[in-house]
């Protein structure tokens, strides 16, 4: 019975899954008398061939006459023709029959002329057939893709079907539907095909290619969607070297065998329903109604499967459906739906994306109105949109420079965003198209501030200067706006890479000479930042006015970095806060994380170290998270300073690890250096601290800053000589910029390196100085000096005063060993039974750095999810940082976490 070849089949590919259906199979075949019929049902390429093979070989190892046919689209015009495939091997039995049902078998399958079959009498005489098989042994009768069987052999099998519940024969079929309409057995038992498990699809995937590297397996298995035919056909050699995964013909052809059959208007929603995904359900309605299709195409679709229009959102059944049916499709037919959905589409990614997937050729109206649409996307934060839709505008735009424009401001988008490796390909492909256009500063520049975030241009400052010059050589239209733009982008480079004074003095000559008589914030800043001296003290004066009005975060950057070179501290904080929250707000990861980096520096000045330390635990944290090692090595060297005053030995460690050398940042090097020298002098280690010290001369601004530490490391080492020059050029920016932080610093080293009684005027002026720039670390550490000074001249009662106000300031701010060490001092003039202030304030206690930075957004109004978006990470973690953060404020809901915030400090 199963010897013909037609019936011979061995399971190709392997069964994995599918425990319920096989299952099912299994008892149909161990029970055979009354099981009648079980009936397959699912999508295309679901596997329901292969569990049919694997039932084929079941039923013959277990000793079953088998009988099977598989229903063909092309052969449905056939009368009878796959009820003769199935019972041809029983037609030599046809001796048993009555008369009339060998004559209707004999004339239904051509072998007797006669009138058209008598199919009742063909369903009696099958019937018969299988009954007397069955006796001899049991029968099982596969009936594959029952869709496509011809009408006459679907009504004597389906007549088979509803008689064979009393006898050896079981009926396993599949379908694709089981709708009336489209032929299907009445059946006894079904059960449907859903994609498979990511467990299921990974197993299949293993058995079906075992040299698969780790990438192509994880593309396969998102681009199969748990369809198995899609996992085995993707899997295959010549499939993996297609870019993309494009539907292979067997594949393709599995999903069209039914899409063609369809009416053309049906296919034509159908198309649309492709190009929408995803859109609602209106949007769709109300794009196939433009184009022609009416509500009985959308019934069709839904009766047979192929689409889920129930919800807001519309579905399509079988995932891969979309793709086949859209690269199936003439050009004119994709044009026509995704210029009706661009119509109709209520979200603006997707107008952008149908506007440009109906625009075939190059088109420089369509391209500005995508770019218009990206620059919107950029002011609601949708920086991955609007990247995106840069990207289709570029490949729209009909010139060189406006594609390579695009591109451009792409790039610098991914750059901010932290995307560095979309950075990385806008950029070659933004360089391929300008080819030898000099229009490229945006190009530079993103390039300059994408190398140095990661640590690999430190070198890049010169070049953006060549770059500018090379336009001033230029004829034709003013280069100035562009070369200011270069300019200051090497200017914001130089702060954390420190340039030679040859090339700073260049830059500056270069940048002052640009249309001097305009006044330009951002040439004034990067002015100010290149030359301190010559340009810092008329920026100073205008800094508060520029950073409180502008909502341009790239302007107040660059402020935020001038005012930190001409040592406005204050000022530089107010700019930085402003910056880092309309970074954050606007999705740009990668800037906000070194606006963070800033603001962090800027609070161990003011002596707010638990803040100083939140915020660079969250730059190192996105920095990490984005791949910007640059970034987040600074980060480390700024933690490092916080921690070498609150004293945390285990974390300190940590943050100046090894792992993150060598340090590409000057900045970072000095900041590393400092934190190593105050961790050196507060342990009375003043050799060691001498030479950790050193390294501030890398940076100008932190060189400032230690002046004072350097100049103590010095006297104590009996190096007093070596730091005068030093001390003498900062006090000269400290009285042109009339900085009292600075002021308070240099008095203090004047005062250490003064051995005569005059010191006491120096130490005195930096009380007084430190106090008026609310240096609250400095304030005690002339203090400190001061006391030490006053107890070594026996001035004890005096020492006393000034020891107990340093002691009281460091235990207040949490710097822990230097209010031991003002504690020690104190001891030795007298005050034994004075004990050092708590120095772990109630609110550090309370919360982690992390657990900080997550109830502060949260008390800004920000839901868990929103949250996650700006930290970079899921809102389970964050709701886990709030479920802990609530637990040690001692509130249960989320409208007391401001108060709770503010009563914590």
Known sequence: M????????????????????????AAALSQVSGTGTVTIVGGPGTGKTTLLDAAHDAARA??????????????????????????????????????????????????????????PAVGLAVLGLLERAAARRPVVLLVDDWQWLDASSAEVLSFVAGEITRTSVVLLATSRTVDGSAGAPAPETLTCLTPMSECEAEELLRLSARDLSSAERSRILEFAAGNPLALVEYASGPAR?????????????????????????????????????PATTSELVRAGSSMGTGPADARELTRRGLLDLSGERLVLRQPLLAAIVYADAPMTDRIAVHRALARVSGEPLQAARHLAAATPHQDGKVAAALEQAARRATRRGALTEAITVLK???????????????????????????????????????????????????????????????????GDVPLLLTLSRRLADLTGRSRTAERVRLLTAAAVLSTTCTQPARVLEEATAELAALDPARWDPVRAAALAILDPLGHGAALRDRLGELGGTSDDPALLSVLGRAAQ???????????HERSARLLRDGGRSADHAQELLCLSMLRVLSGDLRQASAEACEARRMASALGLGAVEAEAHAVLAVAQAWIGEGTERGDATSPRHEPASWSSTRARRGWASG??????GRYRAAWIDLQAVGSHPVTA??????????????????????????????????????????????????????????????????????????????????YGRWLRRRRRIVRSREHLSTAMAVFGTAGAQPWATLAHRELAAAGAGSTRPATTECRYRESLTPQERQVAELAADGLSNREIAAQLLLSHRTIGSHLYRAFAKLSITDRRQVGQALIDAR
């Open 392 to 458: 289709w505008s570029a490949d729209l735009s009909p010139g060189i420079d406006g594609r390579a424009e695009r591109l451009g401001d792409a790039a610098e988008l991914a750059r901010q965003a932290g995307q560095t490796s979309t950075t990385d390909r806008l950029l070659h492909e933004a360089y391929a198209a300008a080819g030898e256009s000099p229009d490229v500063t945006t190009l530079a520049i993103t390039r300059a501030g994408d190398r140095s975030s990661r640590g690999t241009g430190a």
């Open 2 to 25: 199963s010897g013909d070849p037609k019936n011979s089949h061995t399971t190709a590919t392997p069964v994995v899954g599918r425990l319920e259906q096989r299952s099912l199979i």
């Open 62 to 119: 277990a000793g079953f006459g088998v009988l099977r046919c598989t229903g063909s689209r092309h052969d449905r015009a056939h009368q009878l023709w796959h009820l003769h495939e199935a019972v041809y091997p029983l037609l030599d039995n046809l001796s048993g029959l009555s008369h009339r049902q060998r004559t209707a078998l004999s004339t239904a399958f051509s072998e007797l002329d006669g009138p058209d079959p008598d199919l």
């Open 704 to 785: 400032a800053w230690a002046v004072a530490d350097c100049a103590e490391a010095a006297v104590m080492s009996g190096r007093a000589g070596l730091v005068t020059d030093q001390v003498t050029a900062v006090e000269a920016h400290a009285r042109t910029l009339r900085s009292d932080h600075l002021l308070a610093l240099t008095h203090r080293a004047r005062a250490l390196l003064d051995s005569s009684a005059n010191a006491q005027g120096s130490y005195e002026a930096s009380i007084v100085a430190a106090e008026r720039a609310g240096s609250v670390l400095e304030f005690g550490r002339s203090h400190l000096a």
């Open 565 to 575: 070179a001409v040592h406005d501290r204050d000022g530089a904080v107010a700019v």
């Open 678 to 683: 105050l961790t050196a002098l507060v342990q």
């Open 241 to 277: 070297k297609l870019s993309g995964f494009p539907p292979t013909d067997r594949l393709a052809n599995s999903f069209l065998d039914e899409v063609r059959t369809l009416p053309e208007s049906t296919r034509l929603l159908l198309l649309c329903a492709a190009a929408a995904a």
